[in-house]
């Protein structure tokens, strides 16, 4: 119960980073933002199983820390880029060869444990796919914290992020049926709970490899 209550915690934080940055900027408190997710990085690093791992978020944690101090509005505006590149680097590199499954295939086994070779394909286009998302992302939250004003670096992070994200999940599902039309495709409720149960499970598994 401790760790779901800190999980919703910290997912709200997340969800509301950018509205704090923006908040930020305007009390001239721009700093807090980074300041509290170099908090939480450092909690991840003291709780982390491995040296490795623990030294990574640890330097992390260290580096927004001098960043809320020396470089404020730079550090808060750049974290999402940060965060779209290590989604980016996650799905992408479990399509090497020595790092798979890719990651839809670890949540496509969870409701079908016999998968025929043309979803395995599809799996990896898909996981393709969001590894590209994540790089445009990238790009736009970058160019945004650079020459965006801070009205719609936070409209892109806040919403029109998960907007696209939003469509592209919609889109995919609708799309799956066509191309599949024989596979007995779960409900979205049912998928959506897979995801959430088992997530962070996955998530941990991928990142070991």
């Known amino acids: 119960m401790t760790a779901l209550i800190k999980s919703i915690i910290a997912t ?56 809320a101090y020396y470089l404020q509005t730079v550090t808060a505006k750049i974290l999402p880029v940060l965060i779209q590149l290590m989604l ?58 650079i020459w965006g004003n801070d009205f719609w670096w936070t409209l892109y992070n806040g919403a029109l992020i998960y907007a696209m994200i939003g469509a592209l999940m919609i889109g995919e599902y609708i799309y799956r049926h066509f191309r599949f039309p024989g596979l007995g495709i779960p409900d979205p409720r049912s998928t959506i709970k897979t995801m959430i149960v088992n997530g962070r499970r996955i998530w941990m598994d991928v990142q070991a490899r």
Not at 22 to 46: C, K, N
Not at 121 to 132: A, I, M, N
């Open 12 to 67: 709200g934080l997340f969800l509301s980073y950018p509205y704090l940055v923006y908040r930020g900027i305007e009390s001239g408190m721009v700093w807090l933002a980074p300041a509290i997710f170099s908090g939480i990085y450092l909690m991840r690093a003291l709780a982390a199983p491995s040296l490795r791992v623990k030294i990574y978020k640890g330097l992390f944690a260290l580096a927004l820390l001098l960043g």
């Open 88 to 145: 980016m680097g996650v799905f992408g590199r479990t399509l090497l060869k020595d790092k798979g499954p890719p990651f839809i295939e670890s949540f496509v086994r969870l409701e079908f444990p016999e998968i025929p070779p043309e979803i395995l394909v599809y799996c990896r286009q898909l996981t393709l796919l969001w590894t590209g998302f994540f790089a445009f992302n990238a790009a736009m939250c970058t160019v945004l914290a």
